[in-house]
T-cell receptor, first 112, second 115 residues
Framework: QKEVEQNSGPLSVPEGAIASLNCTYS??????FFWYRQYSGKSPELIMF????GDKEDGRFTAQLNKASQYVSLLIRDSQPSDSATYLC????????????FGTGTRLLVSP | GAGVSQSPRYKVTKRGQDVALRCDPI?????LYWYRQALGQGPEFLTY????????KSGLPNDRFSAERPEGSISTLTIQRTEQRDSAMYRC?????????????FGPGTRLTVT
């Protein structure tokens, strides 16, 4: 079993819809959880991070964490074609520095 | 301001040669990370520096790989006796602090091809 699992997609949604991206992780001791966006041929860039159970909202993005189920998700409201990218879930299993374990990423395609 | 820079951006080398990949972090960032990213995969942790101290090198695949950050700024990842399986994108990231709340900023990467 991989430490961080994501569906590789592609996940196709129409413009204006809600995109729901999911991630599960294996280590119950994981401390913090990150969502990165990576456009094709570019470097990953941080969208959000979450530490506590529940929801965290930032603009059109909402991260959801359920530690009991070892599940973290990212919702993108009012999806735009410019949101089309690969979304990487990363889990920090370390109590010191950010030792991130990344999933393989989910490719999101938003059609006009 | 300037972001993380890496050089060279592309490197083609023959099997058995040594290569050195350079990372110049954002000024003032104390934490520096090296990752390797294969096509269609997420980045894979290689090693971590806090200032000049290499605090974790557990992700380095074998002893052909080494890294240094002698003055706590620029870092070099060296691969000796390269093999074809070393071909990948090598990415460097830096963050202002060490803790879990500091954002890691990634550089553009060095695409290494071993022929």
């Amino acid at each position: 079993q991989k430490e961080v699992e994501q569906n590789s997609g592609p996940l196709s949604v129409p413009e204006g819809a809600i995109a729901s991206l999911n991630c599960t992780y294996s280590d119950r001791g994981s401390q913090s959880f990150f969502w990165y966006r990576q456009y094709s041929g570019k470097s990953p860039e941080l969208i959000m991070f979450i530490y506590s159970n529940g929801d965290k909202e930032d603009g059109r993005f909402t991260a959801q964490l359920n530690k009991a189920s070892q599940y973290v998700s990212l919702l993108i409201r009012d999806s735009q074609p410019s949101d089309s990218a690969t979304y990487l879930c990363a889990v920090n299993m370390n109590t010191g520095f950010q030792k991130l374990v990344f999933g393989t990423g989910t490719r999101l395609l938003v059609s006009p | 301001g300037a972001g993380v820079s890496q050089s060279p951006r592309y490197k083609v080398t023959k099997r058995g040669q040594d290569v050195a990949l350079r990372c110049d972090p954002i000024s003032g960032h104390v934490s520096l990370y090296w990752y390797r990213q294969a096509l269609g995969q997420g980045p894979e942790f290689l090693t971590y520096f806090n200032y000049e101290a290499q605090q974790d090198k557990s992700g380095l695949p074998n002893d052909r790989f080494s890294a240094e950050r002698p003055e706590g700024s620029i870092s070099t990842l060296t691969i000796q006796r390269t093999e074809q399986r070393d071909s990948a994108m090598y990415r460097c990231a830096s963050s202002y602090g060490q803790g879990g709340s500091y954002e890691q900023y990634f550089g553009p990467g060095t695409r290494l091809t071993v022929t």
